[in-house]
């Protein structure tokens, strides 16, 4: 089992010596259960530092924030940023460091094993609590998870409230690390794509029918590709207005840049969106489950990109996010690739 | 009011004249409703141009209320819908929705001496407010304008400005040296510290990029101009014009309703959002 | 009047309302929303809070302002598109949402009357359901001048008595409504008033959350345009546009024109909601934003809604419903920025 008191130690050693900038971690909300990403700076508030099984984001993402902040400073501190990653999210920072996105100078990762289980989903754990108000949730040592409520607490096994994700998890233990808490221990998902047994074996009509159903809610928050570290392009797809623009940029650079999506929220534009944006991340996405996670509107946005993850493995046996020294899959080619679309 | 003010009165371009050209260019169109031409409006107000199909753009009217044939706006060329009303030619048909905005303080400037202020293209906004003033010229006391451009060739309203010098004092600068210019070389404010305009009983106007506006206040406060006697506009990102998509937000105001036209004064205690 | 209905009795008055297009809450996935419905039985009112306020039906998402065609003689024309005439009522609607209703009607009202929100408005009956127990963790409604029964905006309140509700109108659209069905109804006894009183008070008691001090709040805001506390509150703020899109009483809308076709020209001119968290809401076509970073655009949310709607309209641009709170992706609490604010300096 990790033990928090060994992540708290590091963190305030690191504080100490100014190694990093500051440190992104979780620590606990003002209100409700789940936990709020901290920005520690001071070594004395590294007790605010937790690591439970509520500890479901994606801390990644605010790697790509650090960046944009430096990129407004006129004298950037150059020293890392420290985070806290889990098996998933080291995944992440493996593909922004494939892409060139950061240095592997640029983080200090204190990796968190999730060993035998994984972080939970919120809206299981509510269905099994059945009104009754969870305050904290603990690991044990035999795989449940020990969640407080008022009346006093209640094991559950851990695979009855796991995120989806966690039942196919590729990698539970963090694949790039500075400092390593907890252990690695071997699990073997007998069905990876698991997931996908809702839609694949369905007729087209039907497959069109489901999507178009989840679609048709959607209103555009952007939410799902917002929490997306891999979504960090400063000129995205459905922006009308391009961020690359400056004072030089013509008039007629301007008139002429191609609106893809128009901003209504109806059907059309909102497949276009969903879609692109799944096939822009086919070879990037290690299914952290973040998209699916923040939807207002339920809308099942990480079948999408698991459906793209099977495609991948099966036309080039690649997975992202496991190797830094990789090329990432759409920037190389094998001789061995498959063909037959070319004709 | 009954009217659904969102749907444009369509109009047709009259006339278009080419101010300056080159990398930004600038044009000034005459338009002339195609129902009737009953559209009053104040100094300093703007309205919304429609390109039907690409957009719709805030701009100020820059013609005299005291004129009922057409409108005139003048135009530089910074985007979408404003790339698409340079092409456009005479007889090309846009929609035209307003007059929104706040508008000069005219009453108040009765008996006053009146210096305007302006830099490029700053001079499209306060030339309706200058030429209502020649208009009613006894309601006023001197006129003056200081304006000036990069060179000779970004200076707009070239022929009327020769004919202005018969009428009000004009001094006219441009940023460099060039050859046949005999007028203030430097930039605007440094000709306002240059000809020395008096504060006594007088409102200045001035308008232009942001960072020549903020340079002119600064050269206004010398000879000692109050922050009540300088007035400017306000630039801001618009799209509904009428105060209610909170696109042009700034503090308590839209400035598309409660602006674009602010003294110095009021300005100040304004976030510095825009 | 007020009146009392059996819940038996419900879904026949729904059933005798023929004329109107009826809106309730349905269960979809894992939340709430309110929708169209075909058969009455199937309206449940023991819902918690939708994820999509009643605000999606009088200010829709994508509402077509007019349509422009170039005609076959090469004229061009352009046509308003109003919304139909559609009397619609809305069942279900929680009392936050009703008065933010209020806020916006001041917003969409004053000089230029948006013709296409007051359409909506004026077709709407709003029948309200009191809150006994607070539909979402996070409401807070009592700290912003509402409560779990107010009548601000709603033209009837239902309360549930248990076995029957209780029925309030207030306005001449809701005496239509009940008299559309006038044998369903009895009149109320002084014991469902008395019934009533006590649901009212204790329903007041169960709201949890509160915001410390929030009289202090708007002329804290004043000094506090400079302050590194929205820096601070600001660095896990996603950009995303949930808690705009969610709040009730946010009204930031975008105008685009999205055409058919190009040459002859035919296209329609929409209005879609748009969010001042959105990194591009103020950009200029030159590139200049008065707000690039997120803590200036957080700082405008809290300062728009706490201090500029306040001068202007005396309340606060906030209801307590708590959505933002509930689906923020990294938990930024309104509740515990404005504490902050509220503790703020000397």
Not at chain 1, 235 to 249: K, L, M, N, P, Q
Not at chain 2, 95 to 100: E, H, S
Not at chain 2, 249 to 255: D, F, K, R
Request: with cysteine.
């Amino acid at each position: 089992m990790v033990n928090l008191e060994d992540l708290k130690k590091e963190a305030k050693q690191i504080l100490k010596d100014e190694k990093v900038k500051y440190i992104i971690g979780y620590k606990k909300g003002v209100n409700g259960l789940m936990p709020v990403p901290a920005f520690i700076k001071n070594p004395e508030d590294v007790d605010k530092l937790v690591w439970d099984p509520t500890c479901v984001y994606n801390l990644t993402l605010f790697i790509v924030d650090e960046k944009r902040r430096k990129a407004r400073e006129k004298n950037p501190d150059e020293r890392p940023v420290a985070i806290v990653v889990k098996g998933c999210d080291s995944r992440a920072l493996i593909v922004l460091l494939q892409e060139k996105f950061i240095d592997r100078k640029d983080v200090y990762i204190l990796g968190v094993s999730c060993e035998n289980t994984g972080v939970l989903d919120e809206k299981k754990l509510i269905k099994k609590l059945k009104g009754k108000k969870a305050e904290k949730v603990e690991f044990d040592e035999k795989d449940n998870f020990v969640v407080f409520t008022q009346e006093g607490k209640v094991k559950i096994p851990a695979e009855e409230i796991l995120a989806e994700r966690c039942l196919e998890c590729k990698a539970n233990s963090p694949v790039i690390y500075d400092v390593l808490l907890g252990e690695k221990v071997e699990r073997n998902i007998n069905n990876p794509f698991k997931s996908l047994e809702i839609t694949e074996d369905l007729s087209e009509e039907k497959k069109w029918a489901f999507w178009k159903e989840h679609l048709d809610k959607c209103i555009r928050c952007y939410a799902c590709r917002s929490v997306c570290p891999m979504c960090y392009c400063d000129e995205c797809v459905v922006d009308t207005i391009s961020f690359a623009v400056t004072a030089d940029t013509s008039a007629e650079e301007k008139a002429q840049k191609i609106k893809w999506v128009e901003k209504s929220p109806v059907s059309s534009e909102n497949f276009v969106y969903h879609l692109v944006r799944a096939i822009h991340l086919a070879g990037r996405c290690i299914d952290c489950g973040e998209c699916e996670r923040v939807c207002p509107m339920d809308i099942p946005l990480r079948l999408l990109n698991k459906k793209l993850e099977k495609e991948v493995k099966e036309l080039f046996d690649y997975d992202a996010g496991f190797d830094p020294d990789l090329p990432s899959l759409i920037s190389c080619f094998k001789d061995e690739d498959p063909e037959d679309f070319i004709r | 009011m009954d009217r659904n003010t969102y749907i444009p009165r369509l109009a047709k371009i009259a006339q278009i004249r080419e101010e300056v050209g080159g990398a930004r260019p600038i044009k000034t169109f005459q338009t002339q409703f195609l129902k009737n031409n009953d559209f009053s409006f104040r100094c300093g107000q703007c309205a919304m141009l429609s390109v039907f199909g690409k957009g719709e753009s805030m701009i100020s009217i820059s013609s005299t209320p005291l004129i009922k044939d057409y409108l005139q706006f003048s135009i530089l060329k910074m985007g979408r819908v404003t790339s698409s009303l340079h092409e456009m030619l005479v007889g090309d048909i846009i929609g035209i929705r307003g007059p929104y905005g706040n508008g000069f303080p005219l009453e108040k400037w009765k008996g006053k001496n009146l210096i305007f202020i302006g830099g490029g293209i700053g001079l499209a906004p306060i030339w309706s407010v200058l030429n209502t003033a020649l208009g009613k010229r006894e309601d006023y006391g001197d006129l003056m304008l200081i304006y000036g451009a990069r060179t000779s060739k970004d200076l707009v309203f070239k022929e009327e400005l020769e004919e202005l010098r018969n009428k009000m004092t004009v001094h006219l600068s441009v940023d460099v040296e060039e050859p046949d210019w005999k007028e203030f070389v430097g930039f605007v404010p440094q000709n306002v510290t240059d000809k020395k305009p008096s504060p006594k009983n007088s409102i200045t106007i001035t308008c232009g990029p942001p960072i020549m506006i903020k340079f002119v206040i600064q050269a206004l406060k010398d000879p000692g101009f109050e922050d009540e006697q300088i007035y400017t506009t306000v630039e801001n990102k618009m799209k509904c014009g009428i105060g209610k998509c909170g696109r042009c937000n700034i503090g308590l105001h839209y400035v598309c309703q409660d602006g674009p036209v602010y003294s110095w004064a009021e300005l100040k205690k304004l976030p510095q959002e825009y | 009047m007020e009146k009392i209905l059996t819940k038996k009795s419900f879904p026949q008055w729904v059933k005798k309302l023929v004329s109107y297009k009826i809106y309730a809450p349905v269960e979809e996935d894992n939340h709430w929303s309110y929708e169209i419905i075909d058969n009455p039985e199937n309206i449940d009112l023991d819902y918690p809070l939708t994820v999509l306020s009643p605000k999606k039906i009088i200010f829709p998402q994508r509402e077509v302002l007019l349509e422009f065609e170039t005609s076959n003689e090469n004229k061009l024309q352009v046509k308003e598109t109003l919304p139909n005439d559609e009397p619609t009522v809305i069942f279900g609607v929680r009392p936050c949402d009703a008065k933010s209703l209020t806020l916006t009607d001041k917003v969409f009202g004053g000089d230029f009357e948006d013709l296409y929100y007051w359409r909506r408005r004026n077709q709407s009956t709003l029948v309200g359901l009191s809150c006994n127990i607070p539909p979402s963790p996070n409401c807070f409604c009592l700290s912003v001048d509402g409560s779990p029964h107010s009548k601000e905006g709603l033209d009837i309140l239902m309360t549930d008595l248990g076995d029957k509700y209780i029925i309030e109108t207030f306005t001449k659209k809701g005496d239509q409504l009940i008299n559309a069905a006038k044998n369903l109804f009895k009149n109320s006894t002084s014991k469902d008033k008395n019934n009533l009183e006590k649901i009212q008070t204790e329903s007041e008691k169960k709201i949890r959350r509160q915001v410390k001090d929030i009289k202090k709040i708007p002329p804290k805001l004043k000094e506090m345009f400079d302050s590194p506390i929205w820096d601070e509150e600001s660095m896990s703020c996603l950009r995303c546009g949930i808690c705009t899109y969610l709040c009730p009483t946010c009204h930031c809308f975008d105008i685009n024109d999205e055409i058919a076709s190009s040459s002859p020209i035919k296209g329609k001119r929409i209005r879609t909601w748009d969010n001042c968290q959105f990194p591009d809401f103020t950009m200029h076509s030159s590139g200049h934003n008065p707000r690039p970073d997120k803590a200036s655009r957080l700082r405008q949310r809290i300062i728009h809604k706490f201090q500029y709607f306040v001068e202007r309209y005396q309340n606060y641009q906030c209801t307590g419903c708590g959505r933002c709170i509930s689906q923020c992706p990294v938990g930024i609490d309104i509740i515990e920025v404005l504490d902050k604010v509220s503790d703020y300096g000397p």
